[in-house]
C-alpha cells in the first residue's frame, strides 16, 4: 500500500469572475505542484471542486489506486465539510461537483479529508 498526499485550493478572480486553482501531488519525499485556469465565470466553491476533480484524475492516471491510500488537505472547509457529509450541498453546480469527486474517491483503497490552515496550503503548494 502507497500512501498519498493531494494538497489543492481554488479561488475566482473578482474582476472576471474566472477560476483558477492549484494542487500538489506529495509521494516518497517528491512535490508536484499543478496550476489550473478555468474558463468562464464560477465561483470559488466551483473552483475548489473543479481542482479537487482535476488532481483526482491526475492521481487515477499514474497510481494504482486501489493499492493506494489517499490523505487530502485543502483550506476549503465547505468542501472539506460536503464530502464528509457533515453540511448539506443545496447548490445543484456544487451537487454535480461533489458527486463526482465522490465517484473518483471510491477508486482507493481509503481517504481521508482535513482542513489546513491558508499558511499551510501556501507553503505545500508553492512552487
Known sequence: MSNLVLVFDGSS?????????????????????THLEFGGRMTTHEAAYDTLITALKTVLRQESAAETALEIRTPASLIVHQMKGTWATREQRLIARRDEAQGLIAAFASMTITRISREQAKRLLAR
Open 13 to 33: 478572480r473578482a474582476s472576471d469572475g474566472g477560476g483558477y486553482g492549484v494542487f500538489a501531488i506529495l509521494k516518497n519525499q517528491q512535490r508536484t505542484v
